[in-house]
């Protein structure tokens, strides 16, 4: 059953969530293959998203615009990656711990979800620890979902991702 069709809760999102660990797991496999299609369900559903977006059109908001520049932010970090993306290792994951309770009205919401930003990825790229970002994840009945793999806010060519510290 697709969660999203099931109405929001204010559980308390977790880093530790075995479907939490499995969706990075699936992002980072696309990120390492260049292949996005395996981390579409570490996007926020379409369906929670349909329900808590106070827009005209969240589907094609879903589809036209997140859907999008997550793909092209997954083959970017692949790109970032270098030559050698497949053989690259996941590091850790940190998820800051203090996230926020989004109220409707809010960042054009109807209904209200845990946002977190500043997710750091930390991997190991031939021998040399490099990280890159999480622009944001909120949440969705305790669990959380990426929203934001690069920028929320896009003055750089779309794809591109901000340099990773």
């Known amino acids: 059953m697709d969660p999203g069709t099931l109405p929001q809760t204010q559980s308390s999102p977790s ?10 797991a699936a992002l980072w496999t696309a990120i390492r293959t260049g292949n996005p299609q395996g981390a579409l369900p570490a996007l926020f559903p379409l369906a929670a998203y349909w329900q808590i977006k106070a827009i005209s059109d969240p589907v094609g908001d879903w589809n036209d615009r997140l859907v999008h520049l997550y793909v092209l932010d997954i083959q970017a970090l692949h790109n970032w990656l270098g030559p050698n993306a ?3 290792q996941l590091v850790s994951v940190d998820v800051p711990a203090a996230g926020t309770w989004v109220l409707p ?3 054009y919401n109807s209904g209200s979800y845990w946002r977190v930003y500043g997710t750091r990825v930390h991997v ?12 944001s994840l909120i949440s969705w009945r305790g669990e959380w ?4 793999l690069g920028p929320i806010t896009r003055d750089q060519p779309v794809g591109q991702v901000l340099q990773p510290l």
């Open 15 to 24: 880093a530790a969530s075995p479907l939490w660990q499995a969706k990075v």
């Open 86 to 88: 497949a053989s690259a």
């Open 105 to 107: 009205g809010q960042e």
């Open 124 to 135: 190991l790229v031939e021998g040399q620890q490099r990280s890159f970002g999480i622009a």
């Open 145 to 148: 979902y990426v929203v934001h």
